[in-house]
Nanobody, 116 residues
Framework: QVQLVESGGGLVQPGGSLRLSCAAS????????MSWYRQAPGKERELVAR????????NYADSVKGRFTISRDNAKNTVYLQMNSLKPEDTAVYYC?????????WGQGTQVTVSS
């Protein structure tokens, strides 16, 4: 049974930091590119950051470059998103995504709220 379980969301003040985690099970984690997406109320889901399976290459949405860092630990089947200098516009539900050539899996999401 495939599972992607996100954790680490919550309420944080502007300028603060959060670290999201996504624990994967039920598939060969190291073979999958891993991504974080987010969806704010009334908006479409958007890609935040992605890390490849083989080389660990990363790419980021322009809106988070220099503030967010995606990483993965294949030994722990976990992907992380370190979020620094958070802004109110980062408020959204954040989703973990796993993708191979012919399969895509999604987590249930974790809420991140940036507010004073």
């Amino acid at each position: 049974q495939v599972q992607l379980v996100e954790s680490g969301g919550g309420l944080v003040q502007p300028g603060g930091s959060l670290r999201l985690s996504c624990a994967a099970s039920g598939f060969t984690f190291s073979n999958y590119a891993m991504s974080w997406y987010r969806q704010a109320p009334g908006k479409e889901r958007e890609l935040v950051a992605r890390i490849t399976s083989l080389t660990g290459s990363t790419n980021y949405a322009d809106s988070v470059k220099g503030r967010f860092t995606i990483s993965r630990d294949n030994a722990k089947n976990t992907v992380y998103l370190q979020m620094n200098s958070l802004k109110p516009e980062d408020t959204a539900v954040y989703y973990c995504n796993a993708q191979s050539r012919n399969r895509v899996y999604w987590g249930q999401g974790t809420q991140v709220t940036v507010s004073s």
